[in-house]
T-cell receptor
Framework: ETGVTQSPTHLIKTRGQQVTLRCSSQ?????VSWYQQALGQGPQFIFQYYREEENGRGNFPPRFSGLQFPNYSSELNVNALELDDSALYLCASSFRTGSDGYTFGSGTRLTVV | AQTVTQSQPEMSVQEAETVTLSCTYDTSESNYYLFWYKQPPSRQMILVIRQEAYKQQNATENRFSVNFQKAAKSFSLKISDSQLGDTAMYFCAFMKQGGGYNKLIFGAGTRLAVHP
């Protein structure tokens, strides 16, 4: 059973640029969620995808967008990067209800300069 | 809105000793789940233990156990026989049961250091 894999592991971007982060979900999981973890804080929910549609969103602006593909993998896109977007971005997969808990990837460390 | 509070930013313990990490939460929901996650330097969040709110019995996973007090909205984690590999950030998280989607609400975390 494969876990959740994320790529790239580290990334440096310039303010105003756009970035795409990728995530492969754990085998058998059909739901993918993205979280932003700023330094020294707990993760914050960005959004969740189920059956290739966004079905829930946290308090993040529209320049944060995503996709889920038929194989349940996912992308997180962030446009017009700001310095405050610097954070660890975590992808998590689960079954539909999430009640068994999520399986997280090791994250992508994004630095915006 | 639900909130999760971890009042201990840092804790330390000697190897083989027992340590308890505190967590309180605020919600008006009656059905929900609570989790403890561990985040070592590798950054991956690892599920330590989960508790279903409707179950009165406290969850246990090997050396890890919880003290779930629903009325007090308290969910502490006890680590027995602490090991060096337990050194990590520990996050308490809440998830509402049901609804159109599910999301985890995390506390700010407790950094645990296990010393030889």
């Amino acid at each position: 059973e494969t876990g959740v894999t994320q790529s790239p592991t580290h990334l440096i971007k310039t303010r105003g640029q756009q970035v795409t982060l990728r995530c492969s979900s754990q085998s058998g999981h059909n739901t993918v969620s993205w979280y932003q973890q700023a330094l020294g804080q707990g993760p914050q929910f960005i959004f969740q995808y189920y059956r290739e549609e966004e079905n829930g969103r946290g308090n993040f602006p529209p320049r944060f967008s995503g996709l889920q593909f038929p194989n349940y993998s996912s992308e997180l896109n962030v446009n017009a990067l700001e310095l405050d977007d610097s954070a660890l971005y975590l992808c998590a997969s689960s079954f539909r209800t999430g009640s068994d808990g999520y399986t997280f990837g090791s994250g992508t460390r994004l630095t915006v300069v | 809105a639900q909130t999760v509070t971890q009042s201990q930013p840092e804790m330390s313990v000697q190897e083989a000793e027992t340590v308890t990490l505190s967590c309180t939460y605020d919600t008006s929901e009656s059905n929900y789940y609570l989790f403890w996650y561990k985040q070592p330097p590798s950054r991956q969040m690892i599920l330590v233990i989960r508790q279903e709110a409707y179950k009165q019995q406290n969850a246990t996973e090997n050396r890890f156990s919880v003290n779930f007090q629903k009325a007090a909205k308290s969910f502490s984690l006890k680590i027995s026989d602490s090991q060096l590999g337990d050194t990590a950030m520990y996050f308490c998280a809440f998830m509402k049961q049901g609804g159109g989607y599910n999301k985890l609400i995390f506390g700010a975390g407790t950094r645990l250091a296990v010393h030889p």
